[in-house]
């Protein structure tokens, strides 16, 4: 195995797309800090734009103090779970003070990096995928109604793509009192990247258009760029965000 120190950078692109009169996406990140995050609001009002800044505001800010901790790496996934409680919590009581932003929440996907090891965070149907040898693959496992009962074998791809339920979220960041956390551990190599995008991506592209466009040499920003033009190109219809987040090593 190489023992090469990786150096992380990365790029992103948020966009209201060509139907939505607002941006409901929210992103945030620190390269210092390792934390990366796509957030995707719903709510009424102005309730999804609300909730999907509070969560990357407080995720950003309870996490980016972690770096005093010993031992990041075996503490991560209690740190992750413990932001993610405060998180939800802190978008909960705001929906429940306030009558116009009730019954906001947000999806919330995440990467953290300490070297050579990642965390991918995931609560509802927002992704993160790694890109490996040219390879892209999903990471997160989408909480929606339709993903699930493709899971269960019982519903097939093609229907689950043509549901009226299709927007249905089985998990959100702050619409209930309580929530629960998938985390995915990875080793990282030299040469992955990660992508992390709201659904306004993925369902105007399929994994293979997405492969094609990581897979150029092109500077990361432009990668996000083209992204999300091709999103607009299909369609456009919700608001579209990625982040890339490259893992390069000081030989390459
Ligand atoms: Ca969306």
Redesign the pocket.
């Known amino acids: 195995m190489s023992t090469a120190v990786l150096h992380y950078t990365a790029a992103a692109v948020t966009d209201r797309g060509r139907k939505r009169p607002s941006n409901?996406?929210a992103f945030g990140f620190s390269v210092e800090h390792g934390i990366y995050l796509v957030c995707?609001g719903?709510g009424g009002a102005a309730g999804g734009e609300v909730a999907s800044s509070i969560a990357v505001d407080e995720m950003l800010r309870l996490l980016s103090s972690r770096s005093e901790c010993d031992d990041l790496a075996s503490q991560m996934p209690r740190l992750a779970e413990d932001a993610i409680r405060a998180t939800n919590e802190a978008i909960f009581s705001r929906s429940q003070r306030n009558l116009n932003l009730s019954g906001m929440g947000t999806?919330l996907v995440g990467l953290l990096v300490e070297e050579r090891r990642v965390w991918a965070l995931n609560v509802g149907d927002s992704r993160c995928y790694r890109m490996r040898e040219r390879r892209l693959e999903q990471i997160t496992l989408d909480h929606s109604l339709v993903e699930e009962q493709v899971r269960l074998g019982r519903m097939t791809r093609a229907e689950a793509l043509r549901s009226p339920l299709r927007n249905v979220i089985t998990r959100a960041l702050g619409t209930q009192s309580h929530v629960t956390l998938d985390i995915f551990e990875l080793e990282v190599e030299p040469g992955d990247l990660f992508l992390l995008c709201?659904?306004?991506l993925t369902r105007e592209l399929n994994d293979g258009l997405i492969e094609s466009v990581l897979a150029t040499d092109s500077a990361l920003d432009s990668r996000c760029t083209r992204l999300v033009e091709a999103a607009k190109k299909a369609g456009g219809h919700?608001?579209i965000t990625c982040i890339l987040v490259s893992a390069g090593s000081d030989k390459s």
Do not use: A, C
């Open positions: 409901e996406d995707d719903m999806t709201s659904d306004g919700d608001n």
